[in-house]
Structures are given as structure tokens and as C-alpha cells.
DNA sequence: TAGATTGTTAATCGATTAACAATC
DNA sequence: TAGATTGTTAATCGATTAACAATC
């Protein structure tokens, strides 16, 4: 049982379902409803009813027979599992386009995320305030994780710079990269590197979509 | 083999690994290389080496027995797979923070993705410019959509006009829609929808980072 | 009770991994 | 030829789907 070092936990594409779940949950919550049941979230959310039931009971819900789920708790179920029960301090590294949409994204705050600094190599950009997060320069990274005692981070440099923004993180004691660089870094086992890539998802438009216009001819 | 409508095309999860490995393969390019084999780029990568064949295989790029590949050729041949070596005009929905850096995010041009215009509800946003791409009231969107003969379309407004934003795009001839709005949208079968979660990857950073703690104790 | 829904087990399907023959 | 690598087939694994018993 030893699987390239990690660690088993559960069904993967089930995790990446979850905030979905939760963004539908906290609207009909919102909305004052106070039931739902595994067949009606299937139902918003487009995915078999079956796939919805293991994805809740993934995160330890319960719900009651004959009737369904409580929104609250599973909200609050949800929450815990995904660790968004209590808010990340986490560090921003390139303060780009990508950088700063990231920063002044609203939505990370109800997700366990806080960005509470991002840094820059570029001293134009030093100093600055965006998004009401301050800017500092590279060599603040160490000191500032250490004062703050923060685990996460986020890497939105270009690509041929990640892997030295990933080496200072590394050393600053983060434990958590998010990376948005289409490369693959090179970190001790101890850090958990998850790479982002919004092109992905137009890959899988494009490709999809031409299947789609091949069958309707 | 009805397949709920829709089209098989190849596995899916390689349709998404292949962005990143044209990303690295233009890096090799531009460094001057012209040969890679798919251990290479399996190490490049992080992926394992049978998974990179797979998905080269898929693309119908041919690679030479005891040798490698090509770069250039396979980068021709991955960028034709995913249709990017053409490019697509596209319209987005709502400049908001994540809007606007999606238009302001050069890489989609290399991706065969190119925002002619861009579409808000806001009056105060429609007549700016915004990282050179103007931004139309949304009763622009039906008339500019056919003038233009645009295909693809990009929604970043939030959760709660989403669908209303399909509604219009799907009116105005739109058949590939990128969402990322958490909501399922309602639209005809000739209509190809990509939703987009950031905060699918922020769960499973956060989870797998949780599972990795929980090994080293 | 009757109807609805959870929770779980078994069957299927697709992607990944392993292995190796063919080829330059 | 010897070494390296592609291309493909078979085995494994994990996620999805189907089915249904248990329960309110």
C-alpha cells in the first residue's frame, strides 16, 4: 500500500463536486428552504442521483430517511470536510492579471481562504495595494510566513519563474502551493503542490463541442 | 450506445493533460530542441509514461520507433486535435473581477481563444474599454453575435443571472458556452456547456494537504 | 400503512498501469 | 548489431451506475 507516497482520501472527482454542492446549498438556504434530498441536488446540479448520495456520505452527512437532508447541517458537514469550517490565511506569489483577479475574487473568503499579503519581484508593483491586499517584495516572504505561521500559498508567476517562487515558499515553511504555472515543480514530499490550469477546461470545451457538431449533421 | 445525448471522444481526462504538454513543448521549442521522447515528457510532466503515450496517441501524432517525436510536428498535431490552431472569436459575459482578468489573461491567444467583445448589465461598465476589448449592453449580444459569426462564449456574471446570460447567448446562435458560475445551466442538446470551478481545486488542495498532515504525524 | 428516501451492496464501465513485440 | 523508443495489447484499479433492502 504504498501509492507514490500520498495518502488515500476517498474519491477524487467526488472532492472537486463538493463546492458545487455547497454553492447550491448555501442559495436554497438562503432561498429559506430547510430539506433537500439527494434526488432534488441531483437534479440542480445535473449529476446522477447516485453520484450525489456518495458524495455526501464521502463527507460523513446523515440524513433521514424518508426525508432527506438537513441544509443546515449538511452545509456545515460539507464545510468541515472540505476544511472551509475555518479560514486559511494564505499568501499570493505574482500579481499579474491572473494575480490580482485571484485577490480581488470575493468568493475564496466563503471557501476558507483569505489572502492576507502578495508578493512580487517586480518593484514597480512593491508597496502597492490591490484588491486591499499589500504587496512585498520576494525577499518578505520568509520572515512574513514565519511571523504569520502561514501553511498555504498561491503561485500565479509565469512559468518559467515558478519553479524559484515555489523554492522560496518551500523554505518560508508553506506546506500548501496552489499552482497556476504550467510547470511541474520539484518540492520535498511534505509539501502538497495542486496545479491549476483554466486551459484545461477549454481544451475540453473545443473538443467537445466539435463531437457535438460531427452528430448533428 | 446512446450515451445521453452526447458524443465519446476520447478519454476525457487526457483531452486535459494535453494543454500542459503543449505549454512544455513550446518551452523545449523555444529552447531549440527538436526531439523528445515520451519518457521526457512523462518526467517533464509528472505523469507517468504509458499515460503520456495514451494521450499522444490520441491526438494522432506519430512518432519515430527508437527515436522520439518531433517537437514541431507534435505540437502541430496536438494543437489541431484541440482546434487551436485556429482561432476561435468569443464573447464574454460580465466583467466583473474574473471577467475582466480573463480578458486581460494573454495566454488564451495561444490557445485558440481570442474576446472580441465583452457584455455587461452594468451601464456604468458598457461604453469602457477593458484590456482592449469594449464592453456592449447585453442587448448587443444577439446582433453583434451574428454579424460576427460567433460561436463561443464565456459566462463570469454572477450565480443568479447565469442562466438568464445562457438564455440570451443561446438566442444569439451561441453553441459552446464556458461557465463559471456555479449553477447548471438549461440549454438546448446543440449547445455544449463547460462549467468552470476554481474552487474545485481549492477543495482538493485542501483536502489532500489535510490527508498528507495526517501521514507525517 | 403507503410513499419516499437513505444507505449500501453488486455490476459495469472507463482510465490507468504493466508488459512486451515491433521497429528504427 | 545493440540500445532505445514507439505503439499496442492485457491486467488492474477506481469511479460510476444499477438495484434494492432498511427505515422513517
Given at each position: 500500500m504504498v501509492n507514490k507516497g500520498s495518502?488515500?482520501?476517498?474519491n477524487l472527482p467526488g472532492i472537486r463536486r463538493l463546492p458545487f454542492y455547497l454553492n447550491i446549498l448555501r442559495r436554497l438556504q438562503g432561498d429559506g428552504k430547510n430539506i433537500i434530498s439527494a434526488v432534488s441536488l441531483a437534479e440542480e446540479t445535473g449529476h446522477p442521483t447516485p453520484v450525489v448520495k456518495k458524495d455526501i456520505e464521502m463527507t460523513g452527512a446523515a440524513g433521514k430517511t424518508g426525508v432527506g437532508y438537513d441544509i443546515d447541517s449538511l452545509i456545515a458537514d460539507i464545510e468541515a470536510f472540505l476544511g472551509w469550517n475555518q479560514i486559511h490565511d494564505a499568501i499570493l506569489v505574482g500579481v499579474g492579471n491572473l494575480g490580482s483577479a485571484l485577490l480581488g475574487y470575493g468568493g475564496f473568503k466563503s471557501h476558507g481562504l483569505q489572502f492576507i499579503a502578495a508578493f512580487d519581484a517586480d518593484d514597480d508593483k512593491v508597496g502597492k495595494v490591490t484588491h486591499g491586499v499589500e504587496v512585498l517584495p520576494l525577499s518578505k516572504i520568509k520572515p512574513f510566513a514565519a511571523r504569520r505561521n502561514v501553511r498555504t500559498a498561491v503561485i500565479t508567476v509565469p512559468a518559467d519563474s515558478a519553479q524559484q517562487a515555489a523554492d522560496l515558499l518551500v523554505a518560508a515553511g508553506i506546506t500548501r502551493i496552489w499552482n497556476f504555472a504550467p510547470v511541474m515543480l520539484t518540492v520535498p514530499e511534505t509539501v502538497m503542490v495542486q496545479r491549476e490550469d483554466l486551459s484545461a477546461g477549454l481544451a475540453e470545451l473545443l473538443v467537445r463541442g466539435r463531437a457535438n457538431e460531427n452528430v448533428e449533421k
Open positions: 495518502v488515500r482520501i476517498g
